[in-house]
T-cell receptor, first 112, second 113 residues
């Protein structure tokens, strides 16, 4: 158990819908990262937040957005969902934005 | 841009034997981290081992060790005394000091009883 929690574990929804994925980092970690793992794209970095501020953006679609709250938990919002958004979404955290990232168990999203 | 390449999509090893997974990377940075992550069927991403580029000594964690060749930009993982629980997808990964992790496409390791 890495200490990073993600909810929900599974999510099934329809195209065009909007969902919110939640992540709680390890106690004391200020940085939160989001990754998408799909069959065709592998593991891809989406976005990084440090202590509430966006630090870096990767291959994140405009339909996707994220934020980190004062209590350091983070939410990833996915809207206008498409079939191709079906994937495993991971959150990871570390104390300072440098070095090893500890991954949560992931949220498995299925868009029908 | 940094890249990570794992040239072996799948590998098999007999239980109790030793296996080496290959990884090469490309970067112009001198200070960075390299990782091996394990993803078992549960899909959890588990850190196996990490290497800091400025350290010449190869990292080891129990049965897991790496061969880090900085000039050749090579970072292989050796698993000794393979166990059934080692069966998983293994990802080689790279990170700058203040940046995202870039993952290779993975090597699926099968352990033969």
């Amino acid at each position: 158990d890495s200490g990073v929690t993600q909810t929900p574990k599974h999510l099934i929804t329809a195209t065009g819908q909007r969902v919110t994925l939640r992540c709680s980092p390890r106690s004391g970690d200020l940085s939160v990262y989001w990754y998408q793992q799909s069959l065709d794209q592998g593991l891809q970095f989406l976005i990084h937040y440090y202590n509430g501020e966006e630090r870096a953006k990767g291959n994140i679609l405009e339909r996707f957005s994220a934020q980190q709250f004062p209590d350091l938990h983070s939410e990833l919002n996915l809207s206008s969902l498409e079939l191709g958004d079906s994937a495993l979404y991971f959150c990871a955290s570390n104390p300072s934005g440098v070095g090893t990232q500890y991954f949560g168990p992931g949220t498995r999203l299925l868009v029908l | 841009a940094q890249t990570v390449t794992q040239s072996q999509p799948e590998m098999s090893v007999q239980e109790a034997e030793t296996v080496t997974l290959s990884c090469t990377y490309d970067t112009s940075e001198s200070d960075y981290y390299l990782f091996w992550y394990k993803q078992p069927p549960s899909r959890q991403m588990i850190l196996v081992i990490r290497q800091e580029a400025y350290k010449q000594q190869n990292a080891t964690e129990n049965r897991f060790s790496v061969n880090f060749q900085k000039a050749a930009k090579s970072f292989s993982l050796k698993i000794s005394d393979s166990q059934l629980g080692d069966a998983a997808m293994y990802f080689c990964a790279y990170s700058n000091r203040d940046d995202k992790i870039i993952f290779g496409k993975g090597t699926r390791l099968h352990i033969l009883p």
